[in-house]
């Protein structure tokens, strides 16, 4: 049904008088005025944007430091900052952090994790701001892959200036394993939950965020299956928290058959690399926990070779990598092969329904989170009392499903009142 709007019948045009006699309608005046605004607002932009990739390549120049651990590390609750820096490539209107944090990994260790804060500058209102804390997608599992290393630390954070607009501060970790040396994290649910958790605590002892105990986790992919885990674990692991709502796309839900469907290409290779030796790092005291019990031997070298690089930068060598194993990766299916079935059990979301309203968006045209994963993974979340709105996208694939959805993430964050 569509709404119909009265339009106004358009006036003649005014008449302005110049000092030569002659006479021009007003609009191609006003035309000249909106052109000449158009041309100095992008130049605004433009400058703007140059200003912050001159700061942001000059912070990325100077950065290894920041990211070197105290010696010894000193013991802190979970989310106290042991370091911070003021970035000066923050969006215009916002003020940024690079922070070192304590949070704590799967097994209760205490550990150091980097990642970025970011706040609308200005006086907070009374009551202080709401916390966005955001899970990055995949981008690798190596230190040097994190998010908040980059020469853009704000340009993996999805719905970024749609969140600062609407006054929200956004606590975005990189998880542990990346950026400051700390045990892997990659798809490992609990400590990358404790860390989006942990993140949001790093913004409320800023003081200059102005931040309230309100929460709202906010992730995709990888980063939705870890603020599905923080929205989990936040009653018992940060109960001061006002959580208010959780919003994922394309989360990584079901992981046994995420890694059954997508094994037979080139990003389930990737991923499983990651993944596989992350599960052994951080599980090595697992009885039967071995990469030849699930990998051939061709695997084990690929996701050897492959664990180091970096999704974004270096995508070439990692197709390089992969290419050759697909189909010739897996000895037998993780999903069904014991400790590693139950490690993907334990680390698939959905053990608890969430306490807080949860919006998931998906695209249909998604080849690597497959929409039929994400529709049973809402119908049990459903099943076992999660109040979820599911949001399916005809056409959008994986990698803009987060993108496109952000105008419904806000709707719905206002419509839930976080």
């Given at each position: 049904m569509t709404a119909h709007r009265?339009?106004?019948?358009?006036?003649?045009?005014?008449?302005?008088?110049?000092?030569?006699?002659?006479?021009?309608?007003?609009?191609?005046?006003?035309?000249?005025?909106?052109?000449?605004l158009i041309c100095m607002t992008i130049s605004?932009?433009?400058?703007?944007?140059?200003?912050?990739?001159?700061?942001?390549?000059?912070?990325?120049?100077?950065?290894?430091?920041?990211?070197?651990?105290?010696?010894?590390?000193?013991?802190?609750?979970?989310?106290?900052?042991?370091r911070s820096e003021r970035l000066l490539s923050a969006p215009a209107g916002a003020n940024a952090w690079r922070i070192?944090?304590?949070?704590r990994d799967v097994h209760g260790a205490d550990i150091l994790v980097s990642g970025v804060i970011v706040a609308p500058a200005g006086p907070a209102p009374s009551g202080g701001r709401t916390v966005v804390s955001w899970g990055h997608p995949t981008t690798g599992a190596a230190p040097r892959c994190a998010p908040s290393m980059g020469i853009d630390p704000f340009d993996l954070i999805e719905g970024l200036h749609a969140l600062l607009e609407e006054g929200y501060i956004v606590a975005?970790?990189?998880?542990?394993?990346?950026?400051?040396?700390?045990?892997?994290?990659?798809?490992?649910?609990?400590?990358?939950?404790?860390?989006?958790?942990?993140?949001?605590?790093?913004?409320?002892?800023?003081?200059?965020?102005?931040?309230?105990?309100?929460?709202?986790?906010?992730g995709h992919s990888q980063g939705g299956q870890a603020a599905l885990f923080a929205g989990e674990l936040a009653p018992t692991y940060a109960p001061e928290f006002d959580l208010l709502a959780a919003a994922v796309a394309a989360p990584a839900s079901d992981l046994g058959a995420l890694f059954d469907a997508d094994v037979g290409d080139v990003s389930g290779v990737t991923i499983g690399s990651y993944a596989f030796l992350a599960y052994a790092?951080?599980?090595?005291?697992?009885?039967?926990?071995?990469?030849?019990?699930?990998?051939?031997?061709?695997?084990?070298?690929a996701a050897q070779s492959v664990a180091p690089l970096c999704l974004l930068s270096q995508n070439k060598q990692i197709h390089e990598i992969t290419d050759p194993v697909v189909g010739n990766f897996l000895l037998h299916d993780p999903a069904t092969t014991q400790?590693?079935?139950?490690?993907?059990?334990?680390?698939?979301?959905?053990?608890?329904?969430?306490?807080?309203?949860?919006?998931?968006?998906?695209?249909?045209?998604?080849?690597?989170?497959?929409?039929?994963?994400?529709?049973?993974?809402?119908?049990?979340?459903?099943?076992?009392?999660?109040?979820?709105?599911?949001?399916?996208?005809?056409?959008?694939?994986?990698?803009?499903?987060?993108?496109?959805?952000?105008?419904?993430?806000?709707?719905?964050l206002r419509e839930v009142g976080a």
């Open positions: 009265h339009v106004p019948t358009r006036p003649e045009p005014a008449r302005i008088e110049h000092v030569d006699g002659g006479t021009r309608p007003a609009r191609l005046v006003v035309g000249l005025i909106v052109a000449t605004s932009i433009a400058l703007n944007d140059s200003r912050r990739l001159a700061e942001g390549v000059a912070e990325h120049r100077d950065d290894a430091a920041f990211y070197v651990l105290p010696s010894p590390v000193p013991a802190g609750a979970p989310g106290a900052i042991i070192l944090y304590h949070s975005a970790t990189d998880y542990a394993g990346m950026g400051a040396p700390s045990p892997n994290s990659y798809l490992v649910g609990p400590t990358e939950g404790q860390n989006m958790l942990d993140a949001a605590r790093a913004a409320r002892s800023l003081p200059e965020t102005g931040a309230s105990d309100r929460l709202v986790l906010w790092e951080v599980y090595a005291g697992v009885a039967g926990v071995r990469l030849d019990s699930i990998l051939t031997p061709a695997g084990i070298e400790p590693w079935a139950d490690l993907l059990a334990a680390n698939t979301p959905g053990s608890k329904p969430l306490a807080v309203p949860l919006l998931v968006v998906q695209g249909e045209a998604d080849t690597l989170v497959r929409p039929e994963i994400t529709e049973r993974f809402v119908a049990h979340e459903r099943s076992i009392g999660t109040r979820v709105t599911y949001l399916p996208f005809p056409h959008i694939d994986h990698g803009l499903i987060a993108i496109v959805a952000m105008p419904d993430v806000i709707k719905w």
